[in-house]
């Protein structure tokens, strides 16, 4: 008898406990099925270099192997809005990208700057020029991001926080081109690949103050990348230049957003 009522008094703890968590499982599921979650940002956020484009999207190329999308459709939130546009600079997310945000916004994501700080440029100039002019723009680079691009930011954080006074904002980096001392035989020195690292490194950590500043969260993407850059002796997860598809040069492929963009976002929303 006695032995019946211990099991009856275990069994029913462990029937609470299943109850409890399966109501946890459920409520959590709830939320996040009513989060509203806006996708800003240019490139690295719509998903260039992983194939699948929305055609309705023409040239802001904005592809279903996307970071955003992968979330969205993992998580099943209430509402999604993907806005984010191959070439955008901070200008453009200000300008045509923040109709979607409200005071019902519950999280924003948007990777921002590159293009500003002459992300293309510079890796124009590295591939087809000298060591030292590669490596004079890239300080040329890095002079703007020291001079002007805090501004730049400040006014797109500003303009998504007045619009979406209540979201979770995260701000996602970029990852370093290039493993030193790695595998390509071929193609830039590398001092040229080591000042390119160092750029995305400077980039990223003005990125982060100017997101600490106004209150969201920035989210490095560098150490899911790290031994998947280009040079790696892993499966790279950036496109090394394409002539055939320039486009797409040095941007993330489709694992470089479900095993790079994806798992960082998550771990930061």
């Known amino acids: 008898m006695k032995l019946s009522r211990f099991t009856a008094f275990s069994s029913s703890l462990l029937l609470g406990a299943v109850l409890a968590l399966t109501g946890a499982g459920a409520a959590q599921a709830a939320s996040t099925a009513a989060v509203d979650y806006v996708a800003l940002g240019d490139s690295y956020s719509s998903g260039v270099g992983s194939g699948s484009y929305d055609s309705a999207s023409g040239d802001c190329k904005r592809s279903t192997k996307a970071y955003p999308v992968l979330w969205k459709n993992a998580h099943a939130p209430s509402s999604f809005a993907f806005t984010a546009c191959s070439g955008a600079r901070t200008g453009d997310v200000t300008a045509n990208q923040l109709g979607p945000l409200n005071t019902g916004t519950d999280l924003v994501s948007v990777t921002i700057g590159g293009n500003d700080a002459g992300f293309a440029d510079v890796m124009t100039t590295c591939v087809l020029q000298s ?47 290039y493993q030193l001392s790695g595998s390509c035989v071929a193609g830039l020195s590398e001092n040229e690949r080591r000042a390119i690292n160092g750029a995305a490194d400077y980039l990223n950590a003005a990125t982060a103050k100017r997101a600490a500043d106004h209150g969201f969260t920035f989210a490095s993407v560098v150490p899911a990348f790290t031994g998947h850059e280009i040079c790696a002796s892993g499966t790279a997860w950036l496109h090394s230049v394409n002539w055939l598809n320039i486009g797409e040069s040095y941007h993330p492929t489709a694992a470089g957003q479900s095993g790079g963009y994806l798992p960082t976002f998550n771990g930061a929303a």
């Open 131 to 177: 060591e030292s002019t590669c490596v004079d723009r890239v300080n040329q680079a890095k002079g703007y991001v020291d001079s002007t691009l805090p501004g730049k930011l400040d006014s797109v954080y500003n303009a998504i926080r007045a619009k979406a006074p209540n979201a979770r904002v995260v701000v996602l980096g970029y990852p370093r081109f």
